[in-house]
């Protein structure tokens, strides 16, 4: 992978049951709440098979499925067997990653700021101001994006002055066990 040559971390972007789930699909390769412990775990297995040098993962989608203690043990007891540790997108407010991370002790953090959810020009620049506001303030913050053209070029357009006024990393500089 090209981002592995490069250095960059790479990421499982796991889709995840929502609570809307079915009328909004998070599409193929889903954990959904209604699979045996067998087929949840052979599902994360093949989607973690599927993307070479995985060092982490974080959840696409997954509101209803990250309010689920049972499964939720069952994906961290495989990212622990593998070493990896996990961003939580915080889809929804009654999310268990964090205190399921604790009890795997899997490095963790969760999302600050979702840059694009309207990928608009306009609201990708607030956005990135937010992130540095709430990384000076707090020492880190953890964005996630999409790689939508708009917000690509937005990033680029504005990364001259984000480096001006943070220290960009990848995500294993940012996990930690949670205490």
Do not use: W
């Amino acid at each position: 992978s090209s981002a592995h040559e490069r250095g960059r971390d790479v990421l499982l972007h796991l889709p995840m049951e929502p609570s809307e789930y079915p009328e909004i699909d998070p599409g193929e390769g889903a954990l959904l709440s209604s699979m045996t412990p067998d087929e949840l775990l052979g599902q994360l297995k093949t989607n973690l098979s599927v993307v070479p040098f995985v060092v982490g993962v974080n959840n696409h989608m997954g509101s209803r499925l990250t309010a689920e203690s049972t499964q939720l043990y069952q994906i961290f007891s495989v990212l622990k067997q593998r070493g990896l540790y996990f961003i939580d997108s915080r889809t929804s407010a009654d999310s268990l990653c964090e205190p399921s991370a604790r009890l795997f002790q899997i490095p963790f953090a969760q999302r600050d700021v979702f840059l694009d959810h309207y990928p608009t020009p306009d609201f990708i620049r607030k956005q990135i101001k937010e992130l540095i506001r709430i990384a000076k303030y707090n020492g880190q913050a953890v964005g996630i994006l999409h790689p939508h053209v708009t917000t690509l070029k937005i990033l680029q357009e504005m990364l001259p002055d984000v480096q001006k006024q943070v220290h960009l990393v990848p995500a294993s500089k940012i996990v930690r066990p949670v205490g």
